[in-house]
C-alpha cells in the first residue's frame, strides 16, 4: 500500500493525499503525504482535514436511517408527511427513499444558485418548485439539492440539523475526525483544494447539466472559504481526516463499536434502483443513500474476478469512501487536486487494498 501510494507521487502528479483502512475494526493502513498548501507549501501532516464534496452524502444518509432505526421515519413514507410545504406543485407522493437514491426528479433548483449557502431559503425554493418534466430526471444524480431535502428532513423529524445530529449522534460517541461543516476553529488543519485547468468546464447550462453550481472555472476558489466550510452543506459540505472517514464506515460494519444495527445497515446496501445515470453516461446504482459499489466507476475499481462488493458513497474529484464488509474492510481515500473519472489514482490504491490478502486474516499496517 505504501509503494503504491507513492507511486500516485511520483508517476501521478498527486499533491497532497491521504488514505487509510480498517480491517475487523483495526487501523491497518494509515498513509498521508505531500502539500495541504500549495500556495505556502503547507505539508499535508497526520492531522490535516479536506473537503469530500459528495463524500458526505455517507454520513449524512446514516442520520436518515438512524431515525428510521428509532422509529421515527420510515423510508417509504412521502417526504411531505414531515415538511407539508414539500408537497406543493405535485410533489405530494414523492417518498424518503425516492429522495435518497436520487429520484426526487429535483436535481436543481429552478430558481438559482444566488443563496446557496442558506439552507431556509435553498429547502423552501425546492418545496415551491415542481419536479422536472424531462423524464431524464426520473433517475438522475442530484449532488446538491439531496442535501438541503434530507436536511429539512432531520430538522422536522428531530429539530437538530443534520451537522449537529451526526456530531452528536456519531462524531463524538464514536471519536470520528468527520464533521458536516467545520468549526471555524479547525479550518487551519484543512487542505486547500485546487482544480487544474480544464478540470472544471463551462456550460452550456441546459437542464442536464446545471444540477452542479460548484463544478465551474473558479469554484476552488469559493471551496476554500470561511463560509463554505462552515456552512454544512449536507450533500457536499462534509470534512474529515481519512482516518475518521474510514473508521465511519468500519462502525458500520462492527455493529457492537457502532450505532446503526446489523440490520439498518444491510437496508443500506440493499439496492432501490439502478441504471444509466443520463449525464454521465455510466451505471449508477443506490440503496438507502449509498452508492452500491459494483461498479468499477464508483468504486474507484478496476474490472477483475473476485472484486469486492460493497457500499460508501465518492466525493467529487477523486475522492473514495466506503466498506466492502465481506472482507471486512473500510476504507477512505482524500486528496487536495481534483481530477475527473476514470482517475487513476484511487484505482491504484483499491487495487493494492484488494489484493492484500486482508480477506485471509492477516495484517498489513503502513504508515
Same mark, same amino acid.
Given at each position: ?8 507521487? @511520483?508517476?501521478?502528479? =498527486? ?19 505531500? &502539500? @495541504?498548501?500549495?500556495? #505556502? ?6 492531522? &490535516?482535514?479536506?473537503?469530500?464534496? *459528495? ?14 432505526? !428509532?422509529?421515527?421515519?420510515?423510508? %417509504? ?26 429520484? $426526487? ?22 418545496? $415551491? ?15 446538491? #439539492? ?8 432531520? !430538522?422536522?423529524?428531530?429539530? !437538530? %440539523?443534520?451537522? !449537529? ?23 487551519? +488543519? @484543512?487542505? &486547500? ?31 476554500? %472559504?470561511?463560509?463554505?466550510r462552515t456552512a454544512g452543506l449536507a450533500a ?5 481526516? $481519512? ?10 460494519l462492527d455493529q457492537t463499536a457502532g450505532v446503526? #444495527?446489523?440490520? %439498518? ?7 432501490? +434502483? ?18 452500491? &459499489? =459494483?461498479?468499477?466507476?464508483? *468504486? ?53 487494498? *484488494? ?13
Amino acid at each position: 500500500m505504501a509503494e503504491e501510494f507513492a507511486r500516485n507521487f @511520483a508517476e501521478r502528479g =498527486e499533491v497532497g493525499a491521504a488514505f487509510a483502512a480498517y480491517h475487523r475494526g483495526e487501523l491497518v493502513v494509515d498513509l498521508y503525504g505531500g &502539500t @495541504a498548501d500549495p500556495d #505556502t507549501g503547507r505539508r499535508w501532516d497526520h492531522d &490535516t482535514i479536506h473537503l469530500m464534496f *459528495s463524500g458526505t452524502k455517507g454520513p449524512t444518509s446514516a442520520c436518515v436511517l438512524l431515525l428510521m432505526q !428509532r422509529g421515527q421515519l420510515s423510508l %417509504t413514507d412521502p417526504l411531505s408527511r414531515y415538511w407539508p410545504e414539500f408537497g406543493a406543485n405535485g410533489k405530494e407522493s414523492i417518498t424518503i427513499a425516492e429522495v435518497l437514491s436520487h429520484q $426526487a426528479r429535483l436535481p436543481w433548483v429552478d430558481a438559482g444558485y444566488a443563496e446557496l449557502l442558506d439552507h431556509d431559503a435553498m429547502a423552501a425554493h425546492l418545496a $415551491a418548485q415542481a419536479p422536472a418534466a424531462d423524464p431524464r430526471a426520473a433517475f438522475m444524480y442530484h449532488p446538491v #439539492t439531496w442535501g438541503w431535502l434530507l436536511d429539512e428532513l432531520v !430538522r422536522r423529524v428531530d429539530g !437538530r %440539523t443534520v451537522g !449537529r445530529f451526526f456530531a452528536e449522534e456519531f462524531a463524538q460517541p464514536l471519536g470520528l475526525e468527520v464533521w458536516i461543516g467545520l468549526p471555524e476553529e479547525l479550518h487551519w +488543519r @484543512a487542505a &486547500t483544494m485546487v482544480a487544474p485547468e480544464g478540470v472544471l468546464v463551462d456550460g452550456p447550462w441546459s437542464d442536464l447539466n446545471r444540477p452542479n453550481p460548484l463544478w465551474i472555472p473558479g469554484a476552488e476558489k469559493y471551496w476554500n %472559504t470561511t463560509e463554505y466550510r462552515t456552512a454544512g452543506l449536507a450533500a457536499v459540505g462534509g470534512y474529515a481526516t $481519512a482516518r475518521g472517514m474510514a473508521r465511519f464506515y468500519a462502525s458500520l460494519l462492527d455493529q457492537t463499536a457502532g450505532v446503526l #444495527t446489523r440490520e %439498518t445497515v444491510a437496508l443500506a446496501q440493499r439496492e432501490i +434502483r439502478r441504471g444509466t445515470e443520463p449525464n454521465w453516461g455510466s451505471p449508477m446504482s443506490y440503496g438507502a443513500g449509498f452508492e452500491l &459499489t =459494483e461498479q468499477p466507476e464508483q *468504486s474507484g475499481q478496476p474490472e477483475q474476478p473476485e472484486q469486492p462488493k460493497g457500499f460508501g458513497h465518492s466525493g467529487a474529484g477523486g475522492s473514495r469512501h466506503g466498506a466492502w464488509p465481506d472482507r471486512e474492510i473500510a476504507y477512505s481515500y482524500l486528496m487536495n487536486e481534483v481530477r475527473v473519472s476514470p482517475d487513476p489514482r484511487p484505482i491504484s490504491l483499491l487495487t493494492a487494498l *484488494s489484493a492484500a490478502g486482508l480477506s485471509r486474516g492477516t495484517r498489513a499496517t503502513a504508515r
